[in-house]
């Protein structure tokens, strides 16, 4: 029993238990038996990644990059990706990649269980950062 108010007193609460969390699915394709797609799912995830890929496209140009799709494994869920230009002198690029390219693949396409993402650092650092017009500027005072 614990005090309050001097002379009232309350049964002291325990917070629930908490059971062991359950890991979430397994995210390496290894895993996965391969599954047989129909021509007509085939082309439905094909379209889909096409589609959402275009949409993160424009956001990336705005800001002198760009998004290329490498390579994709319809079958594993394996989706490759690259960051170009400006992105090669972006500060926060590997952030894009995961909780802005990975994040929006894995959410709304069901069958991505992988993202694999690099940033293309073939530019010149000054002609890769001449690129970008983007919000994000680091300050250095």
Do not use: N
Not at 57 to 85: C, I, K, M, N, S
């Amino acid at each position: 029993m614990a005090m309050v108010d001097g002379d009232a007193e309350l049964p002291a609460t325990q917070p629930p238990s908490v059971a062991a969390p359950v890991p979430p699915p397994s995210d390496d394709p290894r895993d996965v038996a391969e599954e047989e797609l129909s021509t007509e799912e085939l082309e439905r995830r094909r379209a889909a990644l096409t589609e959402i890929m275009e949409l993160m496209r424009e956001a990336v140009q705005f800001d002198g990059g760009d998004l290329a799709l490498v390579g994709v494994d319809y079958h594993a869920g394996v989706v490759e990706v690259e960051l170009q230009g400006a992105c090669g002198s972006c500060a926060i690029s590997s952030m894009t990649l995961r909780a802005g390219v990975e994040r929006m693949l894995k959410e709304r396409l069901e069958w991505v269980r992988e993202v694999r993402g690099e940033v293309d650092d073939s530019l010149d650092y000054l002609e890769s950062a001449a690129l970008g017009r983007g919000a994000y500027v680091p300050k250095y005072y």
